[in-house]
């Protein structure tokens, strides 16, 4: 057994743009388990954020999507992931901007590191700000990964980490399949039975 001591900190939001891109879905269990490898996992961690109820109008198209965030993370959190939230600001303009979900993971990963609680992070983003933090921490003498989708990848974060490990090239590892065809065949043939049951 590698004693090895591994944190995996998601940047969720960079990780959502990536995934949105590619029209892909994440089994997170799995995408641990590979980035993982044989190391020991003290935790992991996703960082995002979601807006205020007081701000969304209910039964919106936003309320909705708010909601589905919503279980999304519950189901993170009851799969073991530590999930980290900040507050979306909303703007007089009615958008919506992301605030101190970078700091929340950096201030993490920094602490954690002077506590010595792992001896390598994994960091999933590929967002250049990191950089400084992560040879802060490799100063400390903690080793950081950098794994990320090519779509939302740095080259300077790439170049200060200690490994890289570019996702697109692993897709079959932690993906799921799409088998709408066999859902929506099924949801016909049920509807079938209970039109001949009348």
Not at 103 to 127: P, R
Not at 142 to 167: I, Q
Request: a positive charge; glycine letters at 4%; charged letters at 35%.
């Amino acid at each position: 057994m590698n004693y090895e001591r591994v944190v995996i900190l998601i940047d969720g939001s960079n990780l959502f743009h990536a995934i949105r891109y590619m029209n892909l879905r994440i089994d997170y269990q799995k995408l641990l388990d590979f980035l993982r490898e044989d190391r020991k996992l003290i935790r992991a961690y996703f960082y995002g954020a979601v807006p205020q109820e007081k701000d969304l109008k209910k039964n919106s198209p936003e309320w909705e999507s708010y909601l589905r965030q919503r279980r999304f993370l519950e189901e993170l959190a009851l799969q073991g992931i530590k999930v980290k939230l900040a507050r979306l600001r909303r703007l007089p303009s009615g958008e919506y901007i992301e605030k101190e979900v970078d700091i929340m993971l950096a201030t993490d990963m920094l602490s954690m590191a002077y506590m010595n609680v792992f001896d390598t992070a994994v960091l999933v983003s590929g967002d250049s700000d990191f950089s400084y933090t992560v040879e802060e921490v490799q100063r400390i003498g903690k080793r950081v990964e950098n794994a990320t989708f090519k779509r939302t990848s740095s080259y300077h974060l790439r170049k200060v980490c200690d490994r890289f490990l570019l996702l697109d090239d692993y897709m079959d590892r932690f993906t799921i399949e799409e088998r709408v065809e066999v859902s929506q065949e099924v949801s016909f043939w049920e509807r079938i039975k209970k039109i001949w049951k009348k």
